[in-house]
């Protein structure tokens, strides 16, 4: 059976750090991407990483404060997100190349506030 799930999510203070994680199952990914959501606003891409090669990419707003890392063996991928704001409080969203189709997961909410 085909699952894509977010996990990790939750309340953080300013400044704080989280771990996200996007585990796989039951297909092969070729890339995933991390995505999130805030409150009346656009969808935004955030990071992606192939699965062969591990090649990454940051959009401006994340670079330098985000990670993003996958374990093949686990078929997981995370986001490491440090130096956390009150404006990346949004709901995250992994989704996954596989082939010519994307899936994405249900999502995980992260807060930043004190």
């Known amino acids: 059976q085909l699952r894509l799930v977010e996990s990790g999510g939750g309340l953080v203070q300013p400044g704080g750090s989280r771990r996200l994680s996007c585990a796989t199952s039951g297909f092969t990914y070729n890339a995933i991407g991390w995505f999130r959501q805030a409150p009346g606003k656009e969808r935004e891409g955030l990071s992606c990483?192939?699965?062969?090669?591990?090649?990454?990419n940051y959009a401006d707003s994340v670079k330098g404060r985000f990670t993003i890392s996958r374990d093949n063996a686990k078929n997981t991928v995370y986001l490491q997100m440090n130096s956390l704001k009150p404006e990346d409080t949004a709901v995250y969203y992994c989704n996954a190349l596989a082939g010519p189709t994307y899936y994405w997961g249900q999502g995980t909410q992260v807060t930043v506030s004190s």
């Open positions: 990483i192939t699965r062969s090669g591990g090649t990454t």
